[in-house]
């Protein structure tokens, strides 16, 4: 029997966080050790209210959830309630779990599960798909606890347009600095990246059709109620799993098509501000930049859609 792939998933839990963690709690090759929580489409207490509960929808009470960074390092919090409703799990009056987080603070969390991952020789796959601020202090207060890291495959980002503004995703736009933080410490500490950008974010859909078949169990009805949510968001006859198709190209990256680039992320333009900046110029071009190299790291440029959104629909059913 193969080994289940040791994860991590660090959330700020709205409707596609909801997807992404009903697949990591329940897919049998992969094995969930912790999810930490940070401030970004809601405040931090629903952020961690809803992961509780959705897990609990997932049949995983077992694992431990930790309370992470309220707002970003530098800038005040911005919260996408619009998008996600004023709990975060789009108003859907689902059964909220009763059983409390986990008492250390999600960076202790998380340097805790990397050292044993570490000792025991199992490195973690951390999977951010928030504002990276609970990453960025993880790596610079305990740089150490890379040592348990075998990479980070996060949520954010776009080699085109964003969504938070004309230039910049929502994640990395609530928290340019930390994302610029953990690029840089990432390279520094041999700690392989992969970028799930907007580039691919949108293209996993399951269909209403598809999510109506959803029933039988509270992970499948949350599953319907989440894909039924996001249809009626953007006003279509489907909903993207979002965050969901980062944990797919974990479980199955043959699915996921990428190129290794020099990414920047913009820190000071007043309409650019938390773009990331991927450098597709040539070898000759990258190496007379006068800014000096970039972090090199691997970006999505094109997913398999279809096997992404069967792969889903086949866990949390």
């Known amino acids: 029997m193969t080994a289940r792939k040791p994860v991590v998933l660090d959330v700020d839990t709205g409707l596609d966080d909801a997807c992404a963690l009903l697949l990591a709690g329940r897919h049998p090759e992969?094995?969930?050790?912790a999810v930490t929580c940070v401030g970004g489409n809601v405040g931090i207490d629903d952020v961690v209210r809803n992961t509780l509960t959705v897990l609990d929808a997932a049949g995983r009470p077992d694992v431990p959830v930790a309370r992470g960074a309220a707002v970003p390092l530098i800038q005040?919090?911005?919260?996408?309630?619009?998008?996600?409703?004023?709990?975060?799990?789009?108003?859907?009056?689902?059964?909220?779990?009763?059983?409390?987080?986990?008492?250390r603070h999600a960076i202790e969390l998380l340097r805790d599960v990397l050292r044993d991952a570490?000792?025991?020789?199992?490195?973690?796959?951390?999977?951010?798909?928030?504002?990276?601020?609970?990453?960025?202090?993880?790596?610079?207060?305990?740089?150490?606890?890379?040592?348990?890291?075998k990479e980070i495959v996060f949520m954010g980002g776009s080699a085109g347009s964003g969504n938070a503004t004309a230039s910049a995703e929502f994640n990395i736009w609530?928290?340019?600095?930390?994302?610029?933080?953990v690029l840089k410490s990432a390279e520094d500490l041999g700690v392989p990246v992969t970028m799930y950008g907007l580039d691919v974010?949108?293209?996993?859909?399951?269909?209403?059709?598809?999510?109506?078949?959803l029933s039988g169990s509270p992970s499948a009805e949350l599953a319907r109620k989440l894909i039924e949510k996001r249809s009626e968001r953007y006003q279509s006859d489907g909903g993207s799993i979002g965050d969901g198709g980062?944990?797919?190209?974990?479980?199955d990256p043959s699915?996921?098509?990428?190129?290794?680039?020099?990414v920047r992320v913009e820190l000071s333009g007043g309409w650019s501000r938390g773009r990331t900046i991927v450098d597709t110029r040539d070898a000759v071009d990258q190496a007379s930049d006068p800014q000096g190299p970039a972090p090199v790291i691997h970006v999505a440029t094109a997913v398999d859609a279809k096997r992404y959104a069967e792969l889903w629909?086949?866990?949390v059913r």
């Open 30 to 33: 992969l094995d969930l050790k």
């Open 174 to 181: 609530t928290d340019p600095e930390a994302a610029a933080i």
């Open 118 to 149: 570490a000792a025991d020789g199992a490195p973690v796959t951390l999977i951010p798909l928030a504002p990276l601020t609970n990453i960025a202090l993880l790596l610079r207060t305990y740089p150490e606890a890379a040592a348990g890291l």
């Open 201 to 213: 974010f949108y293209d996993v859909v399951v269909t209403l059709e598809q999510a109506r078949g």
């Open 255 to 262: 699915g996921l098509t990428t190129q290794r680039y020099p």
């Open 76 to 103: 005040p919090v911005r919260t996408a309630r619009h998008v996600h409703g004023a709990d975060g799990l789009g108003d859907l009056d689902w059964p909220r779990s009763t059983r409390p987080p986990d008492p």
């Open 313 to 315: 629909l086949a866990t």
């Open 246 to 251: 980062a944990v797919c190209a974990v479980i």
